[in-house]
């Protein structure tokens, strides 16, 4: 059954055609909704894109991008794509996607290790501006601590397409700060808001989840992830 819904799927129209909104010159307010409206768009045909490619529904998908192997659809157009290597690098290699469109494709956005669910105490990384490099931080509560990360991020990147704003990342086992698992329940966090980051916030929206970053949802394995 799942393999007939997802033939079915593949014979859906595009969701390309479908028009977005106009987001160019607009003020904060005007931009805020209209891109509100547009997000579902965007993400909507993001994500068949993503089952497309998977041909089996579950809750992550085939990664289209080069050197990750699994993709899940956070909130608002935001997306997340990793990649879990083992042997001599033992490291967690992460890329978040804000697409053309969306909500949090028009200001920043955050992702991070959190070590129960909550924002306070996370470890997180943020992307402020597609040209400038992404800020590494901690939490205390809501707000970023004035005091030096405790962890780090390596082989970071911020490149603007007509996908969106992709931010890449990785993070070795045994890193400081929120423990890296490479197998296992791992608790994430994320945000994104209109306009410039503040460490104090606001956002938009923010949300929470758990990943197994040794779930490879090429295979038959993303029925359990």
């Keep these: ?6 033939i079915l799927l593949l014979l859906l129209p595009s969701e390309r055609s479908l028009a977005r909104a106009d987001v160019t010159n607009r003020s904060d307010a005007e931009r805020g909704s ?35 192997t699994s993709a899940r659809r956070l909130t608002g157009g935001l997306f997340l794509h990793w990649r879990a290597t083992t042997g001599g690098s033992n490291k967690v290699k992460l890329a978040l996607v804000a697409t053309t469109g969306s909500l949090a494709g028009h200001g920043w956005f955050s992702a991070g290790w959190s070590p129960g669910g909550k924002m306070g105490g996370s470890n997180v990384i943020v992307m402020d501006s597609p040209s400038s490099a992404p800020v590494i931080a901690d939490l205390v509560g809501h707000a970023v601590s004035g005091n030096p990360a405790t962890w780090t991020a390596a082989d970071t990147s911020i490149t603007k397409t007509n996908l969106g704003i992709i931010m890449r990342f990785s993070r070795p086992k045994g890193d400081a700060g929120v423990p890296v698992k490479l197998r296992g329940r791992t608790h994430i966090v994320w945000a994104f808001g209109l306009g410039a980051w503040s460490p104090s916030g606001p956002h938009v929206t923010r949300g929470a989840s758990v990943v197994d ?6 295979g038959l394995t993303r029925l359990f992830c």
């Design 34 to 68: 209209d891109v509100a409206r547009s997000s579902d768009v965007a993400a909507s045909y993001y994500e068949s894109e993503l089952w497309r490619r998977s041909l089996l529904f579950s809750r992550c998908s085939k990664s289209s991008l080069k050197g990750f």
């Design 1 to 6: 059954m799942p393999l007939l819904l997802s």
């Design 213 to 218: 970053f040794s779930c490879d949802c090429r």
